[in-house]
């Protein structure tokens, strides 16, 4: 598949090594051996453990919480640019603080372009992402992003389950012209739930825009955190006649009462991808949701860069 003057190389950060795997399995080469060493004092020093001189870079690592995760992704990129690696590209299939694009009170940082700025610090010569919270994220990188929607992943699932009386909903108004690409796609109608906060992941009260009686729907969301949105929203539906609800989110978060909240739901099922791992632990019910691979989509899309192909294929929306 590989076929450029610059020798690949695939590492992964620890706790992304499980989607790592499977995109250079896919790729058809063995993933790159690190290490970390560790320090009583919690301090930790990532090594890559084999020579990437004038070789192309990826390094794979979704930068969900603990913070940990996102340094030792700078770590690993400061590493492979002092190894003299010809390019180093951050795969990050879930990026981390892409909720905070804006300033939305005073004194508050804008935490999306902070690690922008820490990646191009590191030495990052390009980022690979899906479904950025917001889209304008990408201008505040001063380099390449690839940044690709699941769509791609999503769009086969929801063809193959072949649902009558289909209709796609928002979760809120910011995820109106999501809903709006795959209604188009899908040539169904759009539902847009409308909501009111009392707090950060606090749903006050939910009302829906559109038909909703007889139908069966689809609720679309780019992350699912606490789960408190969209439980609300499908529970809310089937109040008013929906036949069914299912959610779909590109990154399952799921902090908190999350696993909770959708056991408890009116969710007939979440469809997530494996940008995030699930926290499967015997706590957990997780008999509601399913998990699509994303790792073919990224190796489609490692494969064409590394190869300098178009990409255009892959932006669905």
């Given at each position: 598949?590989i076929?450029?003057?610059?020798?690949?190389?695939?590492?992964?950060?620890?706790?992304?090594?499980?989607?790592?795997?499977?995109?250079a399995?896919?790729?058809k080469?063995h993933l790159?051996?690190?290490?970390v060493?560790r320090?009583s004092?919690?301090?930790?020093?990532?090594a890559l453990d084999?020579?990437?001189?004038?070789?192309?870079?990826?390094?794979?690592?979704?930068?969900?919480?603990?913070?940990?995760?996102?340094?030792e992704?700078?770590?690993?990129?400061?590493?492979?640019?002092r190894?003299?690696a010809?390019?180093?590209i951050a795969v990050m299939?879930?990026?981390?603080w892409?909720?905070?694009?804006?300033?939305?009170r005073?004194?508050?940082?804008?935490?999306?372009?902070l690690v922008?700025?820490?990646l191009?610090?590191a030495?990052?010569?390009?980022?690979?992402?899906?479904?950025l919270?917001?889209?304008?994220?990408?201008?505040?990188f001063?380099?390449?992003v690839?940044?690709?929607?699941?769509?791609?992943?999503?769009l086969?699932?929801?063809?193959?389950?072949?649902i009558?009386?289909l209709?796609?909903?928002?979760p809120?108004?910011?995820?109106?012209k999501?809903?709006?690409?795959?209604?188009?796609?899908l040539?169904?109608?759009?539902?847009?739930?409308?909501?009111?906060?009392?707090?950060?992941?606090?749903?006050?009260?939910?009302t829906?825009i559109?038909?909703?009686?007889?139908?069966?729907?689809i609720?679309?969301?780019?992350m699912v955190?606490?789960?408190?949105?969209?439980?609300k929203?499908?529970?809310m539906?089937?109040?008013?006649g929906?036949?069914?609800v299912?959610?779909?989110?590109?990154?399952?978060?799921?902090?908190?009462?999350?696993?909770?909240?959708?056991?408890?739901s009116?969710?007939?099922?979440l469809?997530?991808t494996?940008t995030?791992?699930l926290?499967?632990?015997?706590?957990q019910?997780?008999?509601?949701?399913?998990?699509?691979?994303?790792?073919e989509?990224?190796?489609?899309?490692?494969?064409?860069v590394?190869?300098?192909?178009s990409i255009?294929?892959?932006?669905?929306?």
């Amino acid at each position: 598949m590989i076929d450029s003057i610059h020798k690949i190389k695939i590492f992964s950060c620890v706790n992304s090594w499980y989607l790592a795997e499977k995109i250079a399995k896919a790729l058809k080469i063995h993933l790159g051996s690190s290490s970390v060493t560790r320090f009583s004092d919690g301090e930790f020093q990532p090594a890559l453990d084999e020579s990437v001189r004038g070789a192309t870079v990826f390094i794979v690592q979704s930068t969900f919480p603990p913070v940990d995760n996102l340094f030792e992704l700078l770590l690993m990129i400061d590493a492979a640019r002092r190894a003299s690696a010809y390019k180093v590209i951050a795969v990050m299939p879930y990026f981390g603080w892409a909720r905070q694009d804006r300033k939305d009170r005073p004194r508050v940082s804008i935490g999306a372009k902070l690690v922008a700025n820490l990646l191009h610090a590191a030495g990052c010569d390009r980022v690979m992402t899906t479904d950025l919270h917001a889209d304008q994220i990408q201008g505040f990188f001063d380099f390449p992003v690839d940044h690709v929607y699941a769509s791609s992943v999503f769009l086969p699932y929801i063809h193959n389950l072949k649902i009558e009386n289909l209709s796609v909903a928002a979760p809120d108004m910011g995820g109106a012209k999501r809903a709006n690409a795959y209604a188009r796609l899908l040539e169904c109608p759009m539902i847009i739930c409308h909501k009111s906060r009392e707090k950060a992941n606090v749903i006050g009260s939910m009302t829906a825009i559109g038909d909703v009686e007889g139908r069966n729907i689809i609720i679309l969301d780019d992350m699912v955190d606490t789960a408190g949105t969209i439980a609300k929203a499908a529970d809310m539906m089937m109040q008013k006649g929906a036949l069914s609800v299912r959610a779909m989110a590109t990154h399952p978060v799921l902090s908190g009462p999350a696993y909770d909240n959708i056991a408890r739901s009116a969710l007939q099922e979440l469809i997530v991808t494996d940008t995030i791992p699930l926290r499967n632990t015997p706590e957990q019910d997780i008999s509601k949701i399913k998990v699509l691979s994303i790792a073919e989509l990224f190796a489609d899309i490692i494969d064409k860069v590394y190869n300098f192909q178009s990409i255009s294929g892959k932006f669905l929306f």
